[in-house]
């Protein structure tokens, strides 16, 4: 059992971090916990950039702690592990997602839905560690120090750069898609392609459902084909709209900025559900009514459980699914998140750690 009263010995982790709401991200050194009994130590060779990591630098989410180290997609290779860890051995490929710790003792632990845990989950970064106190700090760094019930096999199958984005955008897809049980002779649209929405496409896809992809942009429609994507409907065209009524069983909204509810709702079946995964800055108006009749509904879902993202993993593995990625120099982090707000990436950023 770890105590305060044992020696300590720290790691050197070289990282990027933000110190204020409005100043760029830039180099910063600190350290990393010795391991305690159950830790896994990882070098940390890619980590995925998402718009959590901007909302939260930014306090744009309530007030961040600061230096704020983001990173939440997180894959790289065991260096060490703590004297009663059994899961992992130096040399294996790891992965860490959104979370880093749990009450584990809740019903929803107890069901493997850490991410809902009752006592609130330990996310990655900017979270209270639940034995120090410390403030988390995430994956743009050089190393990270996690309890191995938090850490995640990765295969090495596939291209780490590509899988690091599953521990995010993956399974925010991946989860909602297999609690619903959509597949075959389910019709399915995807709100917004981008980091999410291009992993809703394929995983929809893959699961055997009619995939079609709204999008405000029409320069969308030949990089979602390409994705496997069997339909586009241009959502600024008041004819497409008109005609998508009544047409899906499940709408996957990936979308995070302000927009109409309504008029997508208008588009599901009876009985359909829209699945909210973005996570916009302003509140729904959705007046009963457009609920009431037809019987639809409107729902959310973060993330996944430790469980589940593993069997997301191992999935992508077995059918060679990844994120498409655009990798970078942690120097260029504050552009990347520029280029983020503009949409201009296809479709997620990846930092090579390397260039620490």
């Not at 770890?2 to 990027?16: D, G, V």
């Not at 950023?349 to 260039?355: K, L, P, Q, S």
């Amino acid at each position: 059992m770890f105590t305060f009263a044992q020696k300590i010995i720290m790691t050197e982790a070289k990282a990027y971090a933000a110190h204020s709401a409005t100043e760029p991200l830039g180099p910063y050194s600190f350290q990393r916990r010795d391991l305690r009994p159950h830790d896994v130590q990882i070098e940390i060779l890619y980590c995925g950039v998402c718009h959590s990591d901007l909302h939260t630098v930014r306090s744009e989410w309530g007030p961040a702690v600061y230096p704020c180290v983001p990173g939440h997609e997180i894959v790289g290779r065991v260096t060490s592990v703590g004297d009663q860890v059994n899961k992992f051995k130096a040399g294996d490929l790891a992965g860490v997602g959104c979370l880093v710790d749990s009450c584990r003792e809740c019903h929803n632990c107890q069901q493997g839905l850490e991410q809902y845990c009752e006592k609130g989950a330990t996310f990655t970064y900017n979270s209270p560690d639940r034995v120090d106190g410390s403030n988390t700090l995430g994956g743009y760094s050089s190393v990270i120090v996690t309890d191995e019930s938090f850490v995640l096999k990765v295969s090495e199958k596939l291209a780490l750069e590509a899988v690091a984005p599953l521990l995010c955008a993956g399974i925010t897809t991946y989860s909602p898609l297999r609690y619903w049980k959509v597949g075959k002779g389910h019709k399915v649209a995807i709100l917004g392609l981008g980091g999410l929405g291009h992993m809703a496409v394929k995983f929809a896809v893959s699961f055997g459902a009619e995939v079609t992809m709204l999008s405000t942009s029409p320069a969308k429609e030949a990089d979602a084909k390409r994705l496997g994507a069997h339909k586009f409907a241009l959502t600024k065209d008041p004819e497409q709209i008109k005609g998508l009524a009544n047409s899906f069983d499940f709408i996957i909204d990936t979308v995070s900025a302000e927009h109409d509810y309504n008029m997508y709702l208008s588009m599901l079946n009876t009985n359909g559900i829209m699945i909210c995964v973005g996570a916009p800055p302003t509140a729904a108006q959705i007046p009963a009514f457009n609920l009431i009749y037809q019987r639809r509904s409107i729902a959310g879902s973060l993330i996944g459980g430790l469980p589940e993202t593993q069997e997301m993993l191992d999935y992508c593995a077995e059918h060679g699914i990844t994120s498409d990625v655009e990798v970078i120099a942690i120097k260029d982090i504050n552009e990347a998140y520029e280029r983020m707000l503009k949409g201009d990436v296809r479709y997620r950023f990846v930092i090579d750690m390397a260039t620490l």
